[in-house]
């Protein structure tokens, strides 16, 4: 039990952040939403022009900076990377493009339900799904391939961009953007959720908390080590929405939320899958880039760029639901994803093989 203490730890102060960050005007159901908040970063910057989501929110800064202080507290700060940069930038596309289709990161999903929302009890089994489908190729060898030691420049160069945005979004330049409507106006006081994001990088850092993980360790090991912390995470926030009147069950009149159930089903399995094949889910890839992982901020650099192509391209889903170029933009992506997984699989067991050969004649290269 001790060990699980950290865990279920984090997961309760998640939960509370989540909760306390509603109450102080972040959307309803939103009080933490990885993908969502790298969404109205991107509007921000102006990378796409959706004027209903755009700011820079502070909680994900804070994030990065919580764990990039505690990883140099504790001596874990290690810059890394080299690993199929390139490809860990497209999975972190393909992340957020299925996160926008359901409206939301794995941990919003675990929110929406604690706030009544059904249709994200369909988006559960779809992450699972996805997730499920991750590990069949990892069983068979699946692997991008070890970081290696990088400069210490490299590893700084996550945090160091998140510092960058957060003095912009406390001088408020005019050519940042900042919704005046929607779900970018509704924000807590500027000071508060970074404190916020602060805090939850720090436990966050110390547990290794990632919903992903937590799934992922239940279908291969029948571990509940992360799992305990997404549930306390879950407990808290349905008893903290309990609590405030913000409970309200239904697949209707849910903030920020469409009704398409085979469309939340999909597009959830499109970020359980590219999570598992990327290593980690949206939270836990801000997590390793406060470590110094370059190859973790890649990944969140292609979450950014997915979300300026959902928006620019009109295929962002929208409470009126998933247009006709985001559906096929969602059977694109599944395809894709698993083209990525079999080549990769395919080309591990290939250089495995290689080199236990070269091991049982002998061979040095």
């Known amino acids: ?13 998640f939960g509370i952040i989540a909760v306390f960050l509603v109450l102080q005007g972040n959307p309803a159901n ?16 102006g990378l796409h022009r959706a004027a209903v989501v755009q700011y820079l ?16 507290k504790f001596r874990e700060f290690k810059s890394r990377g080299g690993s199929s940069v390139l490809l860990r ?3 972190g596309a393909f992340m957020m493009m299925g996160a926008l289709i359901f409206l939301g990161c ?14 994200a009890l369909v988006a559960l089994p779809g992450y699972i799904f996805g997730i499920w489908v991750g590990t069949l190729f990892l069983k068979q060898g699946y692997t991008l391939g070890p970081a290696t030691e990088q400069p210490q420049s490299n590893g700084l160069v996550g945090p160091f961009l998140s ?8 001088t408020a330049p005019a050519f940042i953007f900042f919704s005046a409507e929607g779900p970018g106006s509704m924000r807590a006081p500027l000071l508060i959720s970074l404190i916020a994001g602060l805090l939850t990088g720090f436990v966050a850092q110390r547990s290794r908390l990632c919903t992903m993980g937590a799934f992922r360790d239940l279908l291969l090991f029948r571990d509940y080590h992360l799992f305990s912390g997404i549930a306390a995470l879950f407990a808290v926030a349905l008893a903290g929405n309990l609590i405030y009147g913000f409970f309200n069950p239904g697949f209707s009149s849910q903030p920020v939320a469409h009704t398409q159930a085979i469309w939340n089903f999909l597009g959830m399995g499109i970020v359980g899958l590219a999570a ?21 901020a890649a990944t969140i650099l292609g979450t950014i760029f997915g979300a300026a192509i959902m928006h620019n391209f009109g295929w962002a889903a929208s409470p009126k639901g998933v247009t006709a170029g985001g559906q096929a933009m969602v059977v694109v992506v599944w395809i894709l994803l698993l083209i990525i997984a079999f080549a990769v699989t395919r080309q591990a067991v290939k250089t495995s093989e290689k080199k236990k050969a070269g091991v049982s004649t002998g061979f040095q290269g």
């Open 106 to 119: 794995p941990l919003r999903m675990l929110l929406r339900i604690a706030g009544g929302d059904f249709n």
């Open 1 to 13: 039990m001790k060990e699980k203490y950290p865990i279920i730890i984090a997961g309760v102060l």
């Open 57 to 72: 929110r502070p909680e994900i800064m804070g994030l990065v900076l919580g764990a990039f202080l505690t990883a140099l």
């Open 30 to 45: 939103m009080g933490f939403c990885i993908a969502c908040f790298l969404r109205d970063i991107a509007g921000g910057l």
């Open 163 to 170: 510092l960058g945005l957060l003095l912009l979004a406390f």
């Open 276 to 296: 598992v094949l990327a290593g980690g889910c949206p939270l836990r890839q801000l997590i390793l880039t406060g470590e110094g992982n370059a190859d973790a």
């Open 89 to 91: 930038f497209t999975l």
